[in-house]
């Protein structure tokens, strides 16, 4: 069975400064990779996928993920963070057959101090 | 731009109510999810559907059950509402060999 373990619950930053947010998947099969962010009172938007080619991933806001085949991780970092950045992130994979339901993380709640 | 709209984004029932959810998407997306979300346990699925009329059971479906008469509509319904129902409820949609799309969500409170 797939799980998906993001390994900080909360992750506390200060402005300006690089974060890496970590996320570490089972699958005993291919995967897509995803990484979502939740703003409060939103819905969830993507940030950036992983489904083939490179593993370096570039996504919106000027997030990027890499996927590492051999750690089974996929972690998302940004070199500079802003106050706006501020909000719940979620790791899921699906499976690449089939329906392609995802498996979420726990999420990450990072925020962004002054 | 795909749309996912939540008929609701606050409701409150009584325990004991039938509560029905409504997921509208305007992209003809074959596969349609419902998902509800809790502190510090992420979004666990409870059922999806990859065609009109189909339906599969998801992680935690008990309690609940889900209609698709229309491609485009994929509703949740909680036969008998209880209080450990109380949640965030998110639908989202997709094609296939693509990325999920999310509504906004409906905060459901049972009371």
């Known amino acids: 069975a797939q799980s998906v373990t993001q390994l900080d619950s909360q992750v506390p930053v200060f402005e300006e400064a690089p974060v890496e947010l970590r996320c570490n998947y089972s699958s005993s099969v291919s995967v897509y990779l995803f990484w979502y962010v939740q703003y409060p009172n939103q819905g969830l938007q993507l940030l950036l996928k992983y489904l083939s080619g490179s593993t370096l991933v570039k996504g919106i806001n000027g997030f990027e993920a890499e996927f590492n085949k051999s750690q089974t991780s996929f972690h998302l970092r940004k070199p500079s963070v802003h106050i706006s950045d501020t909000a719940e992130y979620f790791c899921?994979?699906?499976?690449?057959?089939?329906?392609?339901?995802?498996?979420f993380g726990q999420g990450t709640r990072l925020t962004i101090n002054p | 731009d795909v749309k996912v709209t939540q008929s609701s984004r606050y409701l409150v029932k009584r325990t004991g109510e039938k509560v029905f959810l409504e997921c509208v998407q305007d992209?003809?997306?074959?596969?349609m999810f419902w998902y509800r979300q809790d502190p510090g346990l992420g979004l666990r699925l409870i059922y999806f559907s990859y065609d009109v009329k189909m339906k599969e059971k998801g992680d935690i479906p008990e309690g609940y059950s889900v209609s698709r008469e229309k491609k485009e509509r994929f509703s949740l319904i909680l036969e008998s509402a209880s209080t450990n129902q109380t949640s965030m409820y998110l639908c989202?949609?997709?094609?296939?060999?693509?990325?999920?799309?999310f509504g906004d969500g409906t905060r459901l409170s049972i009371l």
């Open positions: 992209m003809d997306h074959e596969n």
């Open positions: 989202a949609s997709k094609r296939a060999n693509q990325p999920q799309h």
């Open positions: 899921a994979v699906s499976w690449i057959q089939g329906a392609q339901k995802l498996v």
